[in-house]
């Protein structure tokens, strides 16, 4: 018995003597970081080798944490770093990466593992970013590029300063099954850690300064903003020509075509050749593509097949295990990354290809690298898994970069860090309102998400789907497997033509979201939590069931999960397959229809019954949209575009809008303008408009510029 007292007393010592106090340093205005233990040297900052934009993080308004930072705890064990952050009551947490089903993380376990998604919101994701935000306005970041356990308010401490109050089961309807817990705690198996903290004072606020920290969120070139149709996997370069033709024949909008695992002479593992039969020429035939404004994406995943030409090159930098019997690269090697790359850039990028999409680096454990794989580096798998979706991002953008030319593509794993690299991430499940959660969780995280359409049960499907890909990062149908077209259901063609062409008109002012991505960190399509005047809904519903199944059944926050803000002034409502009516819940102040300019609201739940040629859009007050003519390719470098300003609602409006080459990286040099435009009435009580000039030098692709007062 003595014994075992003295053991428990000796490991309270030890315990007492390993748990630290944190010394926080602010970094940047509004940033603050500290180290505890020895953190490892990779992390997942340094390996997407982040460069923070310091200009617009001073250029930020000074902001105190509202987070009690002497709270934050730290502690060694048992090879693992204990971390705690406070949580206050009425609290609410956003992020920790991309989940598809649910918006509020207060309450949730969650193991944070790069993976596919695979149907459960338990951290394991294509992007589990250990970052979150709190609805009190400030984020955290633990920077380890390893599997992450976070309790968020889930455990309860019997030293607790908040404790909850106990309860009477027998007697106390109130009872529950998860009692208040005042913390987040986070295991991190490594001994030693960095942290980062994000002053708000709004939620969006930290986001921004999280993102900015990150270098800001990517600027695509204009094309990548306009459609894209991804081919079937086994089309020739004829075959391919002429659905580009059709697509122009028909009027739908095209920028860039994909081309899926047939373009390759092997594929699953991949060979990085161009497959002989099918495209025998591929120089004239991207050229033959380019004269027609079409760019082109390739799929590709990172596994080298025995056949490709890098194989034997390449394999002293690869892995100890094999992918589908392909190597596996250790792209943290200066010489994999070389070898890799240059195959892309010799065979592909310099004959005019376009961009990627780095398919398969995600995951799923049975044919994945186990985490008992070693890499010549030295790096863990664990650590691999968790970054190698990044990696492949740094290693392309750097490709396109050296170029002085803009990419566009898809990656299905991303991470903390990759929030500048010009990726957009998909994947296979294909839930449409989950792919909506996803899309308003992206915002949380840093990362940008499109909810792809590729097949359709119905034409009414296929047109709801379509409708909310038109509203994300990227307008994409992915014909990979099945062949479908925007035309592929008659009854809906012209719906889904004047959806396609809405995207196009929209691209100026989606053009200029994204340079607030870039520029001020905003991102360009984010939850309504994040807007000014949301009811943020936290109260816990009772959920109704039977306690027989389910003895511990436990009330659940009321989430929005089903509407979001696309850029600064539209909100988005998608309807999916069956739903005639839904409800919208306005943030305060008026709001205004889309399509009309009628009033709908004002801080309130609307019901809505649009009809199925519609999706629901609304224009905050004072709203202002530029658009440009409806078209089917973005506009060229340099080439002059009319626009048709929007003017929504009763108040006066301001609005930024973004100009550059559209192209090149040559905006980092300065080369781009914002100019103002201002709505206001004039003295007789009319509505006037106007635009401030391109300052000198400075790109100037506006051409005639009309105003539409839409709200009579
Ligand atoms: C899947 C990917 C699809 C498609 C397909 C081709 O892994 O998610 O979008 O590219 O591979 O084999």
Same mark, same amino acid.
């Given at each position: 018995?003595?014994?075992?007292?003295l053991t428990?007393?000796?490991a309270?010592?030890?315990?007492?003597?390993?748990?630290?106090?944190?010394?926080?340093?602010?970094s940047?205005?509004?940033?603050?970081?500290?180290?505890?233990?020895?953190?490892?040297?990779?992390?997942?900052l340094?390996?997407?080798?982040?460069?923070?934009?310091k200009?617009?993080?001073?250029?930020?308004?000074?902001a105190?944490?509202?987070?009690?930072?002497?709270?934050?705890?730290?502690?060694?064990?048992?090879? &693992?770093?204990?971390?705690?952050?406070?949580?206050?009551?009425?609290e609410?947490?956003f992020g920790?990466?991309?989940?598809?089903?649910?918006?509020?993380?207060r309450?949730?376990?969650?193991?944070l593992?790069t993976?596919?998604?695979?149907?459960?919101?338990?951290?394991?994701?294509?992007?589990?970013?250990?970052?979150?935000?709190?609805?009190?306005?400030?984020?955290?970041l633990?920077?380890?590029?390893?599997?992450?356990?976070?309790?968020v308010?889930?455990?309860?401490?019997?030293?607790? &300063?908040?404790?909850p109050?106990?309860?009477?089961?027998?007697t106390?309807?109130t009872?529950?099954?998860?009692p208040?817990?005042?913390?987040?705690?986070?295991?991190?198996p490594?001994?030693?850690? +960095?942290?980062?903290?994000?002053?708000?004072?709004?939620?969006?606020d930290?986001?921004?300064?999280?993102?900015l920290?990150?270098?800001?969120g990517?600027?695509?070139?204009?094309?990548?903003?306009?459609?894209?149709?991804?081919?079937p996997?086994?089309?020739?370069?004829?075959?391919v020509?002429?659905?580009v033709? +059709?697509?122009?024949?028909?009027?739908?909008?095209?920028?860039f075509?994909?081309?899926?695992?047939?373009?390759?002479?092997?594929?699953?593992?991949?060979?990085?050749?161009?497959?002989?039969?099918?495209?025998?020429?591929?120089?004239?035939?991207?050229?033959?593509?380019?004269?027609?404004?079409?760019?082109?994406?390739l799929?590709?995943n990172?596994?080298?097949?025995?056949?490709?030409?890098?194989?034997?090159?390449?394999?002293?930098?690869?892995?100890?295990?094999?992918?589908?019997?392909?190597?596996?690269?250790d792209f943290?090697?200066?010489?994999?990354?070389?070898?890799?790359? +240059?195959?892309?850039?010799?065979?592909?990028?310099?004959?005019?290809?376009?961009?990627?999409?780095?398919?398969?680096?995600?995951?799923y454990?049975?044919?994945?690298?186990?985490?008992?794989?070693?890499?010549p580096?030295?790096?863990?798998?664990e650590?691999?898994?968790?970054?190698?979706?990044?990696?492949?991002?740094?290693?392309?953008?750097?490709?396109?970069?050296?170029?002085?030319?803009?990419t566009?593509?898809?990656?299905?794993a991303?991470n903390?860090?990759?929030?500048?690299?010009?990726?957009?991430?998909?994947?296979?499940?294909?839930?449409?309102?989950?792919?909506?959660?996803?899309?308003?969780?992206?915002?949380?995280?840093?990362v940008?998400?499109?909810?792809?359409?590729?097949g359709?049960?119905?034409?009414?499907?296929?047109?709801r789907?379509?409708?909310?890909?038109?509203?994300s990062p990227?307008?994409?149908i992915?014909?990979?497997?099945?062949?479908?077209?925007?035309?592929?259901?008659?009854e809906?063609?012209?719906?889904?033509?004047?959806?396609?062409?809405?995207?196009?008109?929209l691209?100026?002012?989606?053009?200029s +979201?994204?340079a607030?991505?870039?520029?001020?960190?905003i991102?360009?399509?984010?939850?309504?939590?994040?807007?000014?005047?949301?009811?943020?809904?936290?109260?816990?519903?009772?959920?109704?069931?039977?306690?027989?199944?389910?003895?511990?059944?436990?009330?659940?926050n009321?989430?929005?999960?089903?509407?979001?803000?696309?850029g600064?002034?539209?909100?988005?409502?998608?309807?999916?397959?069956?739903?005639?009516?839904?409800?919208?819940?306005?943030?305060?102040?008026?709001?205004?229809?889309?399509y009309?300019?009628?009033?709908v609201g004002?801080?309130?739940?609307?019901?809505?019954?649009?009809g199925?040629?519609?999706?629901?859009?609304?224009v905050?007050?004072?709203g202002?949209i530029?658009?440009?003519?409806?078209r089917?390719?973005?506009?060229?470098?340099?080439e002059?575009?009319?626009?048709?300003i929007?003017?929504?609602g009763?108040?006066?409006?301001?609005?930024?809008?973004?100009?550059?080459?559209?192209?090149?990286?040559?905006?980092?040099?300065?080369?781009?303008?914002?100019?103002e435009?201002?709505?206001?009435?004039? &003295?007789?009580?009319?509505?006037?408009?106007?635009?401030s000039?391109?300052?000198?030098g400075?790109?100037?692709?506006?051409g005639?510029?009309?105003f539409?007062?839409?709200t009579?």
């Open positions: 018995m003595k014994k075992i007292i428990l007393l000796f309270g010592i030890v315990l007492s003597i390993r748990a630290q106090v944190l010394q926080w340093t602010e940047l205005p509004g940033v603050w970081k500290a180290t505890f233990g020895a953190p490892e040297s990779h992390n997942l340094n390996v997407s080798g982040v460069q923070p934009n200009d617009a993080i001073n250029g930020m308004p000074q105190a944490l509202t987070l009690d930072i002497e709270g934050i705890q730290a502690e060694i064990f048992d090879g &693992k770093t204990y971390l705690r952050f406070p949580l206050i009551e009425g609410q947490i920790l990466g991309l989940n598809f089903q649910t918006v509020h993380q309450g949730k376990i969650l193991n593992h993976d596919h998604y695979g149907g459960k919101d338990n951290g394991r994701n294509h992007a589990p970013v250990p970052f979150y935000v709190s609805s009190n306005g400030y984020g955290v633990v920077n380890s590029a390893r599997y992450l356990t976070y309790y308010g889930t455990g309860v401490r019997k030293n607790s &300063k908040n404790p109050v106990t309860k009477d089961r027998n106390d309807k009872w529950s099954s998860r208040y817990s005042d913390a987040v705690e986070v295991l991190v490594t001994e030693g850690v +960095e942290i980062l903290l994000f002053a708000g004072p709004t939620p969006l930290a986001i921004r300064r999280y993102n920290y990150c270098g800001g990517c600027l695509p070139p204009r094309w990548g903003l306009g459609f894209t149709q991804r081919v996997k086994m089309y020739n370069a004829q075959a020509i002429e659905e033709n +059709e697509f122009a024949k028909r009027g739908y909008p095209l920028d075509v994909g081309l899926e695992p047939g373009w390759q002479s092997k594929a699953y593992p991949c060979s990085f050749e161009w497959d002989k039969g099918r495209f025998p020429d591929p120089a004239s035939f991207i050229k033959i593509l380019k004269e027609l404004g079409i760019r082109v994406n799929w590709t990172p596994y080298v097949s025995p056949e490709s030409p890098i194989f034997k090159r390449i394999e002293p930098y690869t892995g100890s295990h094999t992918v589908w019997c392909g190597l596996v690269p943290t090697l200066r010489q994999a990354n070389t070898i890799f790359g +240059e195959q892309l850039l010799k065979e592909q990028i310099s004959i005019g290809v376009s961009g990627y999409k780095m398919d398969e680096v995600d995951g454990d049975y044919y994945l690298w186990p985490d008992a794989a070693r890499f580096s030295g790096i863990s798998a650590q691999m898994r968790q970054i190698y979706g990044v990696l492949l991002q740094k290693l392309t953008d750097n490709l396109y970069r050296s170029r002085n030319e803009r566009f593509g898809l990656v299905r991303s903390a860090g990759a929030n500048n690299f010009p990726y957009v991430i998909y994947n296979d499940y294909y839930s449409h309102p989950d792919f909506i959660t996803a899309l308003i969780n992206s915002s949380f995280c840093g940008l998400w499109t909810p792809e359409v590729r359709s049960k119905s034409g009414e499907e296929w047109l789907r379509f409708q909310s890909v038109v509203f990227m307008a994409m992915n014909a990979w497997s099945n062949g479908t077209k925007p035309w592929s259901f008659p809906v063609a012209e719906q889904v033509k004047y959806y396609a062409l809405l995207r196009m008109q691209m100026p002012y989606f053009y +979201e994204f607030k991505y870039h520029f001020e960190g991102p360009p399509f984010r939850a309504m939590a994040l807007e000014e005047g949301f009811l943020n809904n936290s109260v816990p519903e009772v959920k109704e069931g039977s306690l027989e199944e389910n003895p511990y059944l436990e009330a659940v009321k989430e929005i999960k089903d509407q979001y803000m696309a600064e002034y539209l909100l988005v409502a998608p309807l999916f397959t069956g739903q005639e009516t839904r409800k919208v819940l306005l943030p305060k102040g008026k709001w205004y229809d889309f009309t300019g009628e009033y004002d801080g309130q739940e609307i019901t809505v019954t649009p199925l040629d519609k999706i629901p859009v609304y905050k007050d004072g202002i530029p658009m440009m003519e409806s089917l390719k973005a506009p060229a470098s340099g002059k575009i009319n626009i048709e929007r003017h929504y009763e108040k006066s409006g301001k609005y930024s809008i973004y100009d550059d080459d559209g192209e090149t990286f040559d905006y980092e040099k300065g080369l781009f303008s914002w100019r435009i201002i709505v206001s009435k004039n &003295k007789k009580g009319r509505w006037e408009g106007s635009i000039k391109a300052p000198k400075k790109p100037d692709n506006i005639k510029v009309t539409l007062f839409t009579k």
